[in-house]
């Protein structure tokens, strides 16, 4: 029996209003009193944190519901980073892909309790991609299964927690990831080299079903639209020009098609070899930077153009060596902090084994130096974190 988490949601709304103001200004390109930290966190952290398994957390509501609230209790009261969401999320792992084409689907259980959720890989011919049918929300059983357990879950918070924003809704990725999904990524790539023009016709489809599922999300849920985030890992390890020729022109069209208010996009991949796409081309407003990205380039093309977060390399915090954290976190603020847009964060989601000791030396660190003006005689190790910076961005100039 699962007791009830204690959750005030107007209080810890206002609790946060100091770290809000801070981010509202890096939104307006202004400098606050130092970089806000918001460290990207998710379900599954927050779920080996408080004793559970995977397997409980997505298998069990109640858990998953119990294990976000505390969550948000343990940022602000503990982590003490600039966490401003406070609202908790219907959470199935990064399986949409498999529901809509009715994909075979791994789930944690009682075998394997700690496997996250995952796609078993449906495309391997050519065929398949003409088998490939573009869905009927309001007909397809698992679209419907998902929104029926989303209103359960929504009508579980309500009923403990009353009027606590609750997140869902059921949308793919972009083509090129979408496709990665359904057919991984070896079978991606070599694919878009040997046929390109098949690939375009999978692209459309998977376009396609996009936009009737963003249209069903609004249908059924009623939200407000204008707004479109892209979540595209796999098409940042395509070079410039295969990035042009294969994500481009679909990923443009979803944007105006959907983010005439606002876009964002999440690339925990490459994306410094395309940095003036995002700003000139796709105009976006916010980005969520991956680890193997040289900060440098992003924050020259983002400066009063685009407001950033993350690129701090997560796997250092395995190592458990508070110079290494050091290092990390001057590298993103010294580089990125004077572009006035920069959030530090880790690049893409905390995984679920970073201790969280080092989560909280990291939040703790970026807080000191990062206070405004940024100034070189508070950071201890920028003569290494420079010359890791130049090997790293030549590497990257040969390989791009």
Not at 21 to 47: M, N, Q, T, W
Not at 215 to 228: K, M, P, Q, R, S
């Amino acid at each position: 029996m699962i007791d009830v988490e204690p959750f005030d949601y107007r209080r810890y709304y206002r609790l946060v209003e100091e770290s809000r103001r801070r981010v509202e200004a890096v939104r307006d390109f202004e400098e606050p009193d130092r970089v806000p930290v918001i460290i990207g966190l998710g379900g599954p952290y927050y779920a080996k944190l408080f004793g559970y398994t995977f397997a409980e957390y997505y298998g069990d509501f109640k858990v998953m519901l119990e294990v976000q609230v505390k969550g948000i209790k343990w940022r602000i009261h503990w982590l003490k980073d600039d966490f401003t969401s406070i609202g908790v999320g219907f959470d199935l792992g990064s399986i949409a892909e498999g529901i809509v084409f009715d994909c075979d689907i791994r789930m944690p259980d009682e075998r394997n309790p700690w496997m996250s959720p995952w796609i078993v890989p449906s495309i391997r011919r050519l065929e398949d991609i003409d088998r490939l049918e573009v869905p009927d929300p309001a007909k397809h059983k698992g679209i419907q299964e998902y929104y029926r357990k989303f209103e359960e879950f929504r009508l579980l918070a309500k009923r403990n927690y009353g009027d606590i924003p609750v997140w869902g809704g059921l949308g793919i990725h972009p083509p090129v990831s979408a496709a990665g999904s359904l057919m991984g990524p070896r079978r991606l790539y070599s694919w878009l080299l040997k046929y390109p023009c098949e690939m375009h016709k999978l692209f459309r489809k998977l376009e396609e079903t996009f936009v009737v599922l963003r249209e069903y999300y609004f249908e059924v849920t009623g939200a407000d639209g204008g707004y479109l985030g892209l979540c595209d890992d796999h098409a940042g390890y395509l070079n410039r020009d295969m990035y042009k020729r294969f994500a481009l022109p679909y990923n443009l069209r979803l944007y105006e098609r959907f983010g005439h208010k606002g876009r964002s996009l999440h690339m925990d991949s490459h994306m410094d070899h395309i940095a003036d796409i995002l700003v000139d081309v796709y105009k976006v407003g916010d980005v969520d930077v991956g680890v193997e990205n040289d900060i440098r380039v992003l924050a020259e093309a983002f400066r009063g153009k685009v407001v950033f977060n993350g690129n701090a390399n997560w796997r250092v915090l395995l190592k458990c060596s508070p110079e290494a954290a050091e290092m990390e976190v001057e590298r993103c603020i010294y580089y990125a902090a004077p572009s006035r847009g920069y959030i530090f964060d880790n690049g893409g989601e905390t995984y679920a084994n970073i201790p969280a000791e080092m989560l909280k030396y990291e939040v703790e660190y970026a807080k000191k130096v990062g206070r405004y003006p940024i100034k070189r005689s508070r950071f201890k190790h920028l003569d290494v974190v420079e010359k890791r910076s130049r090997e790293t961005h030549r590497f990257w100039e040969i390989c791009l």
